[in-house]
C-alpha cells in the first residue's frame, strides 16, 4: 500500500481537529473524544465534535455543519479512524460515504476490536483516499485518548494518581493530620479533574479518617468540565468496613458507589450496603495488587474508562505494584513535616533496587499559587 503524506494544508486542519475535540472532554466518555474538520484546501466548510454520548460523531457533526457546501472535492480531517460499528449511533463510514467526501486525513488509529482499521479499509474499497499523519501531531492525538485507548486494549480502566505532599515528600503528619497541605487553587483544580474522570477511588482508611464526600464541587470555571457530571465514587474496601451512616453511603442513590471487597468480607457487611443502594464489587486474588487487576476489570465493565486515585498511601502503593498507574499529578507544597511516622504517598511493595525503579516517559512542572504541580506520564497506549 502506497503511503500519501500529508500536506501543510493538512496538518493545518488536523491540529484544528485535535484541538475543537477537547470540547468533549468529561462529557463522552467510555466513547473517545474526537473532533473534525471539513474543508476544500485552506477554506473550512464545517466543524464538529463528538459533543454528548449517544449524541452525532464529530464527522456528522462537521457534515451538517457544512450545510449546503459541495462536499465533491472537500477533505474531512479527523482525529480519529471513523467508526464502521453500529453502536449507540450508525457508522461514521456510511455518514462519509453518503456525502460523497472523496479525501480522509486521519489523525490516530482506533485500537478497539471492532475498529482497528477496519473503518479506512472499508472507504478505501469505496475510493475514498485516505492519508495518515505522524510525528507530533499523531502523538497529540494519541494522548487525547488515553483512556480509551487502554480500556480498548486491556479491558481496564485508565488511572490518574494525584497526592498532594510537603517538600520533604510526606502527605500527612504522624498524628494523620493532611488538611490542607496543598493551597485552595490546588484543591479547585483537583475538583476540575474529579469532574473529568469516570469515577475517584479511595481506600477504606481514607474513607474512615475523612468521611469524604468525593465529588466535583465548584471546579474552576472552564468549557472543558461538564457542569452536571459527578464521577462514580469508588472504595476499597477488602472487609466491608464502610459504616452506613457515612455520607458516601448515605448519598449512594443519588451518586453512583462502588465499593469493592475481598472474599473475606462478611456477607452481612456486603448485604447492608446493597440494601443502601451500594454497587459491591468482588475483587478477586491472592494479595492486593491481584486484587486491584480485577477490580479494574469489573469497573471497567461499569463504563469505567477512566479513575482519579487519590489515596491513600497503602491503596496507591497497590497500584503501583500492580503495574495500573498511568499517569501521576503531584502537587508539592511550601512546608516540612519531618518525623519517621509521618505518611510517604505510596507504600506497597515497591521497587528493590533503583535499576528496578519506574522510569516515567515525561515530566512537566508548573506553579499553582505557592504550590508546584509535578506531572508525569508513567505509559502511553
Known amino acids: 500500500m502506497t503511503m500519501i503524506a500529508p500536506t501543510d494544508i493538512d496538518r493545518h486542519h488536523v491540529a ?9 472532554r468529561g462529557r463522552v ?34 457534515i451538517r455543519a457544512a450545510g449546503d457546501h459541495a462536499l465533491a472535492e472537500a477533505t474531512l480531517y479527523v482525529s480519529l479512524e471513523p467508526c464502521c460499528h453500529h453502536g449507540r449511533t450508525p457508522p461514521c463510514t456510511e455518514a462519509i460515504r453518503a456525502a460523497g467526501i472523496p479525501r480522509v486525513v486521519v489523525a490516530s488509529d482506533d485500537p478497539s476490536a471492532h475498529a482497528s482499521g477496519r473503518g479506512l479499509g472499508i472507504l478505501r474499497d469505496d475510493g475514498i483516499e485516505i492519508v495518515l499523519v505522524d510525528g507530533d501531531l499523531a502523538d497529540r492525538a494519541r494522548l487525547l485518548n488515553q483512556p480509551f485507548r487502554k480500556r480498548a486494549r486491556t479491558g481496564r480502566p485508565w488511572v490518574l494518581f494525584k497526592s498532594a505532599m510537603s ?5 500527612a503528619t504522624r498524628s494523620g ?6 493551597s485552595e487553587s490546588s484543591r479547585r483544580r483537583v475538583h476540575r479533574w ?30 472543558l468540565v ?5 464521577p462514580r465514587r469508588v472504595v476499597f474496601d477488602s472487609l466491608g468496613r464502610l459504616p452506613l451512616q457515612s455520607r458516601l453511603v448515605r448519598d449512594a442513590r443519588e451518586m453512583p458507589l462502588s465499593v469493592v471487597v475481598s472474599r473475606a468480607a462478611p456477607r452481612a457487611a456486603t448485604d447492608a450496603l446493597e440494601i443502601h ?42 497500584f503501583l505494584d500492580a503495574e495500573e498507574i498511568d499517569e501521576i499529578r503531584l502537587f508539592l507544597a511550601p512546608v516540612i513535616l519531618g518525623g519517621r511516622a509521618a505518611r510517604d504517598p505510596l507504600e506497597g511493595e515497591g ?31
Do not use: Y
Open 167 to 171: 517538600l520533604d515528600g510526606k502527605v
Open 16 to 24: 484544528r481537529a485535535i484541538e475543537i475535540a477537547e470540547q468533549g
Open 351 to 381: 521497587a528493590d533496587a533503583i535499576a528496578a525503579a519506574v522510569r516515567t516517559l515525561t515530566l512537566d512542572c508548573e506553579r499553582i499559587d505557592s504550590d508546584l504541580l509535578v506531572s508525569a506520564r508513567l505509559r502511553e497506549w
Open 177 to 182: 493530620d493532611s488538611k490542607w497541605i496543598s
Open 277 to 318: 443502594g451500594v454497587d459491591v464489587i468482588v475483587a478477586t486474588g491472592e494479595h492486593e495488587p491481584a486484587r486491584v487487576v480485577s477490580a479494574l476489570h469489573q469497573l471497567a465493565d461499569h463504563g469505567i474508562a477512566s479513575i482519579l486515585l487519590e489515596g491513600g498511601p497503602r491503596l496507591a502503593g497497590a
Open 194 to 223: 474529579r469532574a473529568e474522570c469516570d469515577a475517584v477511588a479511595v481506600g477504606i482508611g481514607t474513607a474512615l479518617a475523612d468521611d469524604p464526600q468525593l465529588t466535583a464541587r465548584d471546579p474552576d470555571p472552564a468549557p
Open 29 to 62: 466518555s467510555p466513547n473517545p473524544m474526537v473532533g473534525a474538520v471539513l474543508a476544500d484546501g485552506p477554506r473550512v466548510l464545517g466543524e464538529g465534535f463528538h459533543a454528548e454520548l449517544g449524541g452525532p460523531h464529530a464527522e456528522v457533526a462537521a
Open 226 to 230: 461538564h457542569p452536571t457530571r459527578q
